[in-house]
């Protein structure tokens, strides 16, 4: 397994570490409390995005649709992809072939609810597996879209040389995860509402404030814009580039497989 960049060193150095908020904690057992924050926010999950963003995740998840431009025969891989808010979307704009793969059962079932709900026929396929190990082929996907889900892995770079491995000859990477705030300004007031609200809210609405806290931390953790442009390129994808959303809260990179 590849050592991030972005993580510490813990266990005297002999392990490398993975962060759980500001905890220096194993990568896997960064994994098994990843699992349980999901667990414990699944039937909330939806409502707390409107909630915590304003609605404005609509907005981020409208701009990755629209910069990914799905095409019906386009074999679409959604990792970490929860309840299914991307692939939902994907396929509203025309995609037909998405698997949604997600480490917590407890967000594919609540997706595959949805999905019953909204009376798709032919929905997406609802895969059990974890980023850092793929359960696809080789060279199977024509394109690799994850959002908000690779900064709760414990080893970036091996879910990155993940993507790189699923992903054909020319496939895309599109990757929609929160980001630095590139805007001095606004970085107090964020900063401001990520811990004191956000952990509010998660209390107040999923009865997990602990869960929320940790989001706001992982945030701050996760590698800014061009650090993680770069660790995308090692990884051998091609051509990083990215997009600030809402002055760098989110961003969105992508990349091609050469
Ligand atoms: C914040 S949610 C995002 C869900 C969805 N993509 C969206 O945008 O609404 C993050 C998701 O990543 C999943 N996840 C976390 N670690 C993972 C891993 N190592 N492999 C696969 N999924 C993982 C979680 O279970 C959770 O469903």
Redesign the pocket.
């Known amino acids: 397994m590849s050592e991030d960049p972005s993580s510490s060193a813990g266990d005297n150095g002999r392990t490398p570490a993975a962060h759980f908020g500001r905890r220096n904690v194993a990568p896997d057992e960064k ?1 098994r409390l ?2 349980g924050v ?1 667990d414990s926010v699944a039937v909330r ?1 939806d409502l707390m ?1 409107d909630l915590m963003s304003m609605g404005v995740h609509r907005l981020w ?1 409208a701009e990755l649709v629209r910069r990914l431009k799905p095409a019906a025969r386009d074999r679409i891989v ?6 299914g ?2 692939a939902f979307r994907l396929m509203a704009a025309g995609a037909a072939h998405v698997s949604i ?4 059962t407890e ?1 594919l079932e609540t997706g595959r609810g949805r999905g019953l709900d909204r009376g798709l026929v032919r929905g997406p396929d609802w895969v059990c ?4 190990m793929l359960p696809f082929s080789d060279s199977s996907a024509d394109v690799y879209v ?4 690779l900064r ?3 080893r970036l770079s091996d ?1 990155l040389l993940e993507a790189r491995r699923v992903l054909r000859p020319g496939g895309r990477f599109f990757c929609l995860e929160f980001s630095h705030v590139a805007v001095p300004a606004l970085g107090a007031i964020y900063d401001r509402y990520s811990f004191s609200v956000l952990p509010w809210l998660g209390e107040a609405v999923a009865r997990d404030r602990d869960a929320y806290l940790y989001l706001a931390e992982s945030i701050r953790r996760f590698p800014d814009q061009k650090a993680f442009a770069a660790m995308i390129e090692t990884a051998g994808l091609q051509g990083a580039k990215y997009q600030n959303l809402s002055g760098g809260i989110a961003a969105i990179h992508w990349a091609r497989r050469v």
Do not use: L, P, Q, S
Not at 146 to 149: I, L, M, S
């Open positions: 994994t990843v699992r999901f999950y995005n998840k959604d990792i970490g992809g929860g309840t808010d991307i793969c997600d480490i917590n967000m597996g974890n980023a850092e994850t959002a908000f889900c709760n892995v414990a879910a």
